[in-house]
């Protein structure tokens, strides 16, 4: 198998980060091939509109016409067996490196005929990871989840059934009196960081081992 991590975070080495790799490793326990790719690395833009990929008898009829950073990546993910797509939350939604790439990956293969078909060549499993620096409390009291939703649905009508992993009240700074956060208690947030994050990344972990099993 392959599978290819999509970090859409800024940080390489952040807590979005390292849950993708740990899901990773969940894949390679199972003996699958991967790939990690840093979409802040890439320089890309989401959907123009020109429909260029609805076009009839288009060249580029089913893929995006646009050509950059994104293109061979967008190639490398029809030839993946799984995706796993990990954000942060930013405004109560994922980062806008990721919310273009969703609209480059997605869009091309969505039918506009009545049945809502995708052109997708396979069905894949896709894992969605999002870190966010809110409570649970607070991530349910302000609906976040069905945010979340509303992409999950659309990802497993183009590409395949999906699961998501939400990490919250995540340890955002190595040194809290250095920043204007005084909502936040740090060594109740370096606690949590110590013990409940492990938790986080052995269930990032067995992600990437059920994806394999799928």
Do not use: W
Not at 126 to 133: A, H, K, R
Not at 170 to 197: A, G, H, M, N
């Amino acid at each position: 198998m392959k599978v290819l991590g999509i970090n859409g975070s800024p940080r390489k080495k952040g807590n979005t980060a390292k849950l993708v790799e740990k899901a990773l490793k969940g894949a390679e326990s199972r003996g699958a091939e991967t790939e990690i790719i840093h979409l802040y690395d890439l320089d890309y833009k989401g959907c123009k509109s020109c429909f260029a990929c609805k076009l009839k008898d288009g060249k580029s009829y089913g893929t995006c016409a646009a050509r950059d950073d994104l293109t061979p990546v967008l190639g490398r993910i029809e030839e993946a067996d799984a995706l796993i797509l990990a954000s942060p939350i930013y405004l109560g939604t994922a980062t806008g490196e990721m919310r273009s790439f969703l609209e480059r990956l997605i869009f091309p293969y969505l039918v506009y005929d009545k049945e809502g078909s995708t052109l997708f060549p396979r069905r894949i499993p896709v894992g969605f990871i999002y870190t966010m620096g809110v409570t649970e409390e607070v991530l349910k009291e302000i609906g976040y989840e069905e945010c979340f939703k509303t992409t999950e649905k659309l990802v497993e009508r183009i590409i395949g059934e999906s699961e998501s992993i939400l990490v919250t009240d995540t340890y955002q700074f190595d040194d809290y009196s250095k920043y204007v956060s005084s909502r936040f208690d740090p060594e109740e947030k370096l606690k949590r960081y110590q013990e409940i994050f492990p938790q986080d990344c052995e269930k990032a972990f067995k992600m990437g081992v059920q994806i394999c099993e799928k």
